[in-house]
């Protein structure tokens, strides 16, 4: 049937809902193009990684491993590769490396929308549900933290893993090798993709047991071949910042259970419709259909349970569960006459709702957030040379002055450190090493190679400069003593090799806070001492 026939098939008296729900779709479209035209451009953090994001694909760009011992220079995160690749492409073509990475994001969280509105629509052949759910995925911009257009690879991770699923769905003859090729993307995108796709593997081999052989069989030894590759170029290094550090974080326990009470409440109406479309297709005879369709969403919510219990985990990892729930959501809405409709229109209400809770003041930078890096840049710019600055990439690589590892990075890395029961990382090893015996020798050289190359490069005065925060990295002067002097300027010794300047950096220092994430601000410099 013709897809414009059948959109007009729609029984009269739910038109109108579905008419309504598609103009909350134009909305949220309209939203979600007005919130990207401000801040694809802006040209500093809103997020406060974005910037640490950009000097690790600078290293693409300028032929440098991504993986490798840590230094004070460069210290990679438990990131896949994909983003870092694909924005280093736009730096070497001339892109500043913030608009390469955010395009990258929006472009994927298009390519999201697109996709899901599209299954949809093949799955009812109807135009219409597709436009609602497209719709309905952009919606979810503002609970998600505004983090479709963020220079991060959850868009991309979710659009490879979505891609997957829908060709094992509706591919062709050679759908298993294709959706293979795009599983083992998955993985390069995120790791996470290890937490989904068994499950759409699952519902695979309720569809066709041949078909999920062979795309469990291509998609096994395609991630192997590009895991492989990339443990042999990195010498180990990739294996261990993506697979063994990971293993040394801790679990958030309070979203054990917090994620099914509290994280999942704002798609309370696509899970129910998500439940009765299971049923309406069971019933209808298409068993193999609903179980591959409940294999793929119960993947989606588990990778984005775990991930929410990983330390750290924020609200962007729900994106995964709910990418999954748009497509089970409006495909099971067309089964329910006018309650399907008006279900997505409370979704939709739900989700602006969150959006305006969220606040515009995590949306827009202000006046002031501009200022404090543009005043911040300039003193970096004025440095005779390299300048590290851990709470904030990005800023230095622009002047000129080099890149230097960023706050997080080091934070993740610590983790390997033993822990004391009660108290967490046991930072006393950072001097006592006979401490860190019980790690891998891998974890082990790791910890040894940053604490000795930096002390190295400050003793040598290799930085010109190091901003650090009162608010968000005041630990850094600890945790590289001696060499640098500690919070109050009259600690300082004759023996330290960078003391703390006098007077602030910003007119408003708190000003540089990032929209989202870590609070870092307030920063202050260390000086070669002279």
């Not at 729609?10 to 809902?17: G, T």
């Not at 409440?265 to 369709?293: D, H, I």
């Not at 809770?357 to 003193?379: C, I, K, M, N, Y």
Request: hydrophobic residues 50%.
């Amino acid at each position: 049937m013709n897809d414009l026939a059948a959109a007009s098939s729609i029984p009269a008296p739910d038109r109108w809902p579905w008419r309504l729900a598609l103009l909350a779709a134009a909305v949220a479209i309209g939203g979600f193009a007005l919130a990207v035209s401000q801040r694809l451009p802006y040209p500093h953090e809103l997020e406060w990684m974005e910037g640490a994001l950009v000097d690790h694909a600078s290293r693409v760009a300028n032929g440098l491993p991504l993986y490798c011992e840590p230094s004070p220079e460069h210290v990679p995160f438990l990131y896949a590769p994909l983003l870092f690749w694909l924005g280093g492409l736009g730096m070497t073509l001339g892109l500043d490396g913030l608009l390469a990475l955010r395009l990258v994001a929006v472009g994927s969280t298009l390519g999201c929308a697109l996709l899901i509105g599209h299954w949809v629509r093949m799955e009812r052949a109807r135009v219409l549900p597709g436009l609602v759910a497209s719709g309905l995925f952009l919606a979810g911009h503002g609970w998600l933290a505004w983090w479709y257009d963020l220079a991060r690879n959850d868009a991309l991770f979710v659009f490879f893993v979505l891609a997957t699923a829908y060709q094992l769905r509706h591919g062709g003859a050679r759908r298993w090798l294709w959706a293979a090729a795009l599983a083992t993307v998955a993985l390069l995108a995120k790791q996470s993709a290890l937490l989904w796709l068994p499950a759409v593997g699952v519902g695979a081999l309720c569809l066709d047991w041949r078909m999920a052989l062979r795309f469990g069989i291509a998609s096994v030894l395609g991630m192997a071949l590009a895991i492989g590759a990339l443990h042999i170029t990195s010498d180990g290094w990739s294996t261990f910042y993506l697979f063994e550090m990971p293993q040394q974080h801790g679990v958030e326990g309070s979203r054990k259970l917090g994620f099914w009470t509290e994280d999942l409440v704002p798609m309370l109406p696509l899970l129910g419709l998500g439940l009765c479309g299971f049923v309406a297709q069971c019933r209808a005879g298409t068993v193999r259909q609903a179980l591959f369709l409940a294999a793929f969403g119960s993947g989606a919510l588990m990778a984005s349970w775990f991930s929410r219990m990983h330390t750290g985990g924020f609200d962007n990892v729900m994106m995964y569960g709910f990418a999954g729930a748009c497509v089970l959501g409006p495909i099971a809405a067309t089964s329910l006459r006018w309650l399907g409709p008006l279900l997505l229109l409370v979704q939709f209400a739900w989700l602006g709702q969150q959006a305006w809770q969220r606040g515009v003041h995590t949306l827009l930078p202000s006046a002031a957030h501009r200022r404090a890096h543009e005043e911040l840049a300039a003193f970096v710019q004025a440095q005779p040379g390299p300048v590290w600055i851990p709470g904030h990439g990005g800023i230095a690589l622009r002047a000129g002055k080099g890149t230097g590892a960023h706050g997080q990075a080091i934070f993740d890395l610590l983790q390997v450190l033993p822990k004391v029961p009660g108290k967490g990382m046991d930072l006393e090893a950072l001097v006592d090493r006979t401490r860190l015996a019980s790690l891998s020798a891998r974890a082990r050289r790791a910890v040894i190679a940053l604490m000795d190359s930096t002390a190295a490069a400050l003793n040598e005065r290799r930085f010109a400069a190091i901003v650090v925060e009162e608010t968000g990295t005041a630990m850094f002067p600890l945790l590289f003593a001696p060499g640098l002097v500690g919070p109050d300027h009259a600690l300082g010794t004759a023996d330290d090799t960078y003391v703390r300047a006098t007077g602030p950096l910003l007119t408003e220092p708190t000003a540089i806070k990032p929209l989202l994430g870590y609070d870092v601000h307030s920063p202050y410099a260390l000086l070669p001492r002279r």
